[in-house]
């Protein structure tokens, strides 16, 4: 049982690691395409301003969520083991 949590635990931080790079660089791309269609430098300072500011609180998000999973990963993996086991 304790291999198996530990495998889901890796498992869903390695998901969080892919969004959470994905997020930054669907914002970069994003940013700096809106931004060469920005009038001028304050325009495009605050495209990468805001950008920032939702990456910012969405990485904080998704390190909530790691440590919630760290907390409490046994009462967690255990309940979606057994309910895995009882479909099987």
Not at 57 to 80: C, G, P
């Amino acid at each position: 049982m304790e291999n198996r949590i530990k495998k889901m635990y890796s498992q869903d931080c390695g998901v969080l690691l892919i969004a959470m790079i994905a997020l930054w660089s669907v914002l970069a791309y994003v940013s700096i395409m809106v931004s060469s269609l920005a009038p001028n430098y304050t325009v495009r300072t605050m495209v990468f301003l805001v950008a920032a500011v939702a990456g910012s609180f969405t990485t904080a998000a998704l390190f909530a969520v790691l440590a919630h999973l760290r907390k409490n990963r046994i009462q967690l993996y255990t309940e979606e083991i057994l309910c895995l086991d009882d479909h099987n």
